[in-house]
């Protein structure tokens, strides 16, 4: 017991304590989503300081069960109908997805000197362990796909909702909770249930297993209008803290100092994926008649749980948002090494 206090309780408490103070601060200035941007901010500062700070993966895991389940009741049979209608607009969505990522990658080869391999790992729009995963596989620099997924969530979580806020963008969105009672006893049902479905996955390997199983078993419960109980908003807000702490923890003392070629031109790599991306949802709003908002969270290169809360807090088409990255994020775990072949092949023939 005593070895664990000292290397993970000391450090998460002390991560914990400073997110909860960042977090109050932002709320106190009202910035967009406080209990995530608040904690990112200052636990990574805090971390780059060289304080020892830690989140274990129970945390993170905490954070994205919270989100998942809170995001998949919402997905009653009126919104599965309209989501219905989406098809074509989310496989469009996906396909630009995986373009803007190669793209990305080829454009910070050419800006940094880093092999391919690493670069295209390092922009390709998934999940840091997952893209770190595949990318070793393949030859890439594991730490450096690392580094650079956890600089481009930060700045797509403090760019967009930032954005959003000094530009008014606020909507009024139709979509609600299948049910906004808490009611104990199925709360417990409901936490029991969208568990055994992380688990499952999990178990299976499945990507953001603990995002997407209990997305998965809230939707089905909710479609079928199982309606067992609300989350309660401390646990949504304990969530979303979870997951900022869990993002600012990853920046090491050294971060900085590694490679600052390499992260400067992450960051710009990013904010053009961010530009490009929203120029794209602007278009794909006008063809398909979504918010222009909700298609720039849906296209934006953010993580899941990051966007679908953007959405959730501005009001903008929570399930749109949310089948987008979803659908995105399956669709790249299994295709991105084909994907790879294929750039690679493309690049080689280029050169013979």
């Given at each position: 017991?005593?070895?664990?206090?000292?290397?993970?309780?000391?450090?998460?408490?002390?991560?914990?304590?400073?997110?909860?103070?960042?977090?109050?601060?932002?709320?106190?200035?009202?910035?967009?989503?406080?209990?995530?941007?608040?904690?990112?901010?200052?636990?990574?500062?805090?971390?780059?300081?060289?304080?020892?700070?830690?989140?274990?993966?129970?945390?993170?895991?905490?954070?994205?069960?919270?989100?998942?389940?809170?995001?998949?009741?919402?997905?009653?049979?009126?919104?599965?109908?309209?989501?219905?209608?989406?098809?074509?607009?989310?496989?469009?969505?996906?396909?630009?997805?995986?373009?803007?990522?190669?793209?990305?990658?080829?454009?910070?080869?050419?800006?940094?000197?880093?092999?391919?391999?690493?670069?295209?790992f390092a922009?390709?729009?998934?999940?840091?362990?997952?893209?770190?995963?595949?990318?070793?596989?393949?030859?890439?620099?594991?730490?450096?796909?690392?580094?650079?997924?956890?600089?481009?969530?930060?700045?797509?979580?403090?760019?967009?909702?930032?954005?959003?806020?000094?530009?008014?963008?606020?909507?009024?969105?139709?979509?609600?909770?299948?049910?906004?009672?808490?009611?104990?006893?199925?709360?417990?049902?409901?936490?029991?249930?969208?568990?055994?479905?992380?688990?499952l996955l999990?178990?299976?390997?499945?990507?953001?297993?603990?995002?997407?199983?209990?997305?998965?078993?809230?939707?089905?419960?909710?479609?079928?209008?199982?309606?067992?109980?609300?989350?309660?908003?401390?646990?949504?807000?304990?969530?979303?803290?979870?997951?900022?702490?869990?993002?600012?923890?990853?920046?090491?003392?050294?971060?900085?100092?590694?490679?600052?070629?390499?992260?400067?031109?992450?960051?710009?790599?990013?904010?053009?994926?961010?530009?490009?991306?929203?120029?794209?949802?602007?278009?794909?709003?006008?063809?398909?008649?979504?918010h222009p908002?909700?298609?720039?969270?849906?296209?934006?290169?953010?993580?899941?749980?990051?966007?679908?809360?953007?959405?959730?807090?501005?009001?903008?088409?929570?399930?749109?948002?949310?089948?987008?990255?979803?659908?995105?994020?399956?669709?790249?775990?299994?295709?991105?090494?084909?994907?790879?072949?294929?750039?690679?092949?493309?690049?080689?023939?280029?050169?013979?």
């Amino acid at each position: 017991m005593s070895i664990f206090s000292h290397f993970i309780a000391r450090p998460f408490l002390r991560a914990l304590l400073i997110a909860l103070g960042a977090a109050s601060l932002c709320l106190w200035l009202k910035t967009p989503l406080p209990w995530m941007i608040g904690p990112i901010i200052a636990t990574a500062a805090a971390r780059m300081a060289g304080l020892d700070l830690q989140a274990p993966v129970q945390v993170r895991e905490a954070g994205q069960w919270a989100i998942g389940t809170a995001l998949g009741l919402y997905f009653t049979p009126t919104v599965i109908h309209v989501l219905s209608s989406y098809v074509g607009t989310i496989v469009v969505g996906v396909v630009f997805a995986l373009l803007l990522g190669a793209g990305c990658g080829w454009l910070l080869h050419r800006l940094t000197g880093v092999d391919s391999t690493t670069t295209f790992f390092a922009m390709a729009t998934g999940g840091a362990s997952e893209m770190a995963t595949q990318g070793e596989r393949h030859g890439a620099l594991v730490d450096r796909v690392a580094a650079a997924h956890s600089l481009r969530i930060m700045l797509v979580v403090l760019i967009i909702p930032f954005g959003f806020k000094f530009a008014h963008v606020h909507g009024m969105d139709p979509y609600v909770q299948g049910t906004r009672m808490v009611d104990l006893p199925g709360l417990l049902t409901l936490i029991g249930l969208t568990c055994c479905g992380a688990f499952l996955l999990r178990r299976l390997r499945w990507p953001n297993a603990w995002v997407i199983g209990p997305l998965v078993i809230a939707i089905a419960l909710t479609a079928s209008e199982a309606h067992l109980s609300a989350l309660p908003q401390w646990i949504i807000n304990c969530g979303q803290l979870f997951i900022g702490i869990s993002l600012g923890t990853r920046f090491t003392p050294a971060f900085l100092h590694t490679a600052p070629r390499y992260l400067a031109g992450v960051a710009l790599c990013s904010i053009t994926a961010i530009l490009v991306a929203a120029g794209f949802g602007l278009l794909l709003a006008a063809w398909s008649g979504i918010h222009p908002a909700t298609a720039i969270l849906a296209t934006a290169p953010g993580g899941i749980a990051e966007m679908s809360l953007t959405a959730k807090n501005l009001q903008l088409g929570v399930p749109i948002v949310t089948a987008f990255h979803v659908i995105r994020m399956a669709t790249l775990v299994l295709s991105i090494g084909p994907l790879f072949r294929l750039v690679k092949l493309i690049k080689n023939r280029g050169i013979t």
